[in-house]
């Protein structure tokens, strides 16, 4: 089956991008235990509610502000942000030792994820071939799935015999890995700079120059 190119490289992008999560969240749990300064269920605890609550916080109002700015242009740039913030947390990780330095990455992470998915998820679903939406949700759902499936493989593996270090730089390249996946796509997203954001930017700095008249 052929897809299109935006679809391909959004897919491919995913891809990368949760393989390297691969690296980390087998081990997440056992890493602030181990490495974080009185680690315990309490700390992994609040860490991940502050990460699940701040995306779930910022996703649907982020989600609202794209569908009111019309065109591509708009979700590309939040989800090109989205996936450079949170490429930088499993590097984060390698230099933190407090729970206070844990839960503001934890954040961060939260806030780098809601913009992704929202950005991601808009152009996805306007560039998906049409009669093929089935297939192609699940051709990104399975390769997610593959690729999760053998990264957390392979970092049981890592993590016993050379630390977290590596997994987590691991995971950070891939997260890298998929921005530049998406970086081919910076020529072939449906819109004009004329509308969304960019013309509302403009529109104010006309307002305030005619003002000045």
Do not use: C
């Not at 056992?30 to 779930?56: C, D, H, M, N, P």
């Not at 740039?77 to 490429?87: E, M, P, R, T, W």
């Not at 206070?100 to 990455?105: G, N, V």
């Not at 004009?192 to 700095?205: S, T, V």
């Amino acid at each position: 089956m052929k897809i299109n190119k935006i679809v391909k490289y959004l897919i491919l992008a995913d891809l990368a991008f949760w393989s390297g999560w691969g690296f980390v969240t087998p081990v997440f749990s056992i890493f602030v235990l181990e490495k974080i300064v009185g680690g315990s269920a309490l700390v992994v605890g609040v860490a991940t509610a502050i990460y699940w609550i701040t995306k779930s916080g910022l996703q649907y109002p982020t989600g609202l502000f794209l569908d009111h700015h019309k065109g591509d242009h708009d979700d590309y740039f939040f989800l090109v942000f989205g996936f450079l913030v949170a490429s930088v947390i499993p590097f984060s990780y390698l230099l933190i030792t407090e729970p206070w330095q844990l839960y503001i990455t934890q954040f961060f992470f939260g806030l780098g994820m809601a913009t992704s998915l929202a950005g991601w998820r808009a152009i996805f679903t306007r560039s998906i071939d049409k009669g093929h939406e089935a297939t192609e949700w699940s051709m990104d759902d399975s390769m997610l799935g593959f690729g999760t499936g053998i990264t957390g493989f392979v970092t049981g593996y890592l993590v016993y015999k050379f630390g977290f270090a590596p997994s987590f730089i691991f995971a950070g390249l891939l997260g890298v890995v998929s921005i530049f996946f998406l970086l081919f796509l910076r020529e072939n997203i449906v819109g004009d700079y004329r509308i969304g954001i960019y013309k509302d930017i403009r529109e104010i700095f006309k307002i305030k120059k005619n003002t000045l008249k």
